[in-house]
Each structure stands twice: as structure tokens, then as C-alpha cells.
């Protein structure tokens, strides 16, 4: 993901280069003629993001999921799942703009539900969608140490509320405190109102989520309408939620 593919040299001085971005170049930057002045590529917010994975040491193991590396342990389930999430990615562009826009793995521990959260967001970085990478006890710890600096705190929960594409990985891990629900029903309202896609994975099943927090729940719910992936009981037995709500 992050590094770039190297100069082809041919024979002589014949060489072909390729880039990640073919608009830019690579650059960032794109002419625009009606203003004479160099646009901000859209390959920028994705390449944001890259850093600040980077930054975090998690970037190798990040790009490593994908989903030819999942493991499905050659359970239909786990199957059907990963068919799920490669359909979603496949939709992505048609359903960005709809309500139910998002997709969320929710429930039994050991079902690969943060592998394909990942493998989908390398999948959209890969056509320059800008994922941003949220790992939920991490993010949470760290805003609530910063609440007291009110100008850092909405900067920071700012990235949150206004990525193009979220994967909240992990929801609600641990101890679960009023300020926790309060963070997350400000950054998942946020995104609920403006109509911008989540992936979302937790140990939490969809009726779990709505008793610790209904508001939150429910936005979830209809948000991943159609692609909400539950893993019940053993055996990776999973349900794909419609629900009404
Ligand atoms: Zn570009």
C-alpha cells in the first residue's frame, strides 16, 4: 500500500513508469484550467491516511489483510461473508450516496471481523477512497485525555466526523463509560446526518449494541442496512440483518 511501483527500466533508455494515482501523478496536485491554479488531487486523502498509519507502526500489518489473505477455514460461513464484503466494496460507488451505505461485522470473537474491515478499506484506499482507521479503545483513550483542551479535542474528533469512509474497528472494547457513549454517538451522529459510510466491527451483536446505547444502535442499524454481518452462536453461524428498527 504504501510503497510505490518501481521504474520499469526496459532496455536503453526506455522506461515506463507507473503511479499509484494516474491523475496526479503521484503529485497530489492537479491543474485546474477554470482557475489557472493546482488543485488538491483526491488521491490526497488517501495518502493522508496512509501516513498517519505510518505513523501509528500499524501499516504493515494493515496492508497484509486483504482478502486473498483471510482466512476462511473452508466454513460456508466465513465464505459467504468474505463474498459480502467483496460485494460491498464492488458497490461501493452506486451506494456511497444512499442511507444505508455502510457495513458492520458484529459478534463472535475469532470470525476475522477486523481482517475483512481492513481488507475492505485497503480495497477502497486502492481507488484512491480515504479510509481512515480508527482503533476504538486507542481513539477513545486518547480524546478523553485531550477533552480538557477543547481546541485539540474537536481537531482531533474532527478526523473522525469527517472522513470520507470510517472503520471503527473494535466498537465499544472494554469498559464502557457515559464519556465512551458520548464520543461515539457525537462522531456516529455526525457522520448519520451528513451520510457518510462506516465500517464497523465489534464483539457486540446488533441487540447488545442498542442496550448499551439505543441511539447509537439504531443509527448503526440503518446504516448498514442490508450488510450488517452477525456472528451468533458457534461455528461462525451468521445471520445478515434487515431489520426494521
Ligand atoms: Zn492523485
Redesign the pocket.
Known amino acids: 500500500m504504501n510503497s510505490y511501483p518501481k521504474k520499469n527500466l526496459k532496455s536503453g533508455c526506455e522506461k515506463t513508469e507507473s503511479f499509484r494515482?494516474p491523475?496526479?501523478k503521484?503529485?497530489?496536485l492537479?491543474y485546474n484550467p477554470e482557475t489557472d491554479a493546482m488543485d488538491d488531487?483526491?488521491?490526497?486523502e488517501r495518502t493522508l491516511y496512509e501516513t498517519i498509519l505510518r505513523n501509528s507502526g500499524i501499516s504493515e500489518a494493515f496492508r497484509k489483510k486483504t482478502f486473498d489473505t483471510f482466512q476462511d477455514k473452508g466454513n460456508r460461513e466465513l465464505q459467504k461473508t468474505k463474498i459480502a464484503a467483496i460485494m460491498y466494496c464492488k458497490e461501493f460507488k452506486q451506494i456511497q450516496d444512499n442511507v444505508s451505505n455502510s457495513i458492520a461485522f458484529l459478534g463472535q470473537v475469532g470470525a476475522g471481523k477486523t481482517h475483512l474491515s481492513i481488507a475492505i478499506a485497503n480495497n477502497l484506499m486502492s481507488e484512491?477512497i480515504g479510509v481512515l482507521y480508527m482503533q476504538y479503545r486507542d481513539v477513545i483513550t486518547q480524546l478523553k485525555q485531550n477533552m480538557l483542551d477543547e481546541y485539540y479535542y474537536q481537531k482531533e474528533i474532527s478526523k473522525y466526523k469527517n472522513a470520507t469512509v470510517l472503520l471503527i474497528d473494535d466498537l465499544f472494547k472494554g469498559k464502557i463509560t457515559e464519556t465512551d457513549i458520548n464520543i461515539m454517538f457525537e462522531i456516529i451522529n455526525y457522520r448519520y446526518l451528513k451520510g457518510c459510510p462506516m465500517i464497523v466491527s465489534s464483539e457486540y451483536t446488533s441487540d447488545k449494541l442498542l442496550n448499551i446505547d439505543e441511539a447509537i444502535g439504531s443509527r448503526i442499524i440503518e446504516k448498514c442496512d442490508g450488510r450488517m454481518i452477525e456472528f451468533v452462536g458457534g461455528n461462525f453461524n451468521h445471520r445478515l440483518n434487515k431489520r426494521a428498527i
Open positions: 494515482c491523475k496526479c503521484d503529485r497530489g492537479v488531487c483526491e488521491c490526497r484512491n
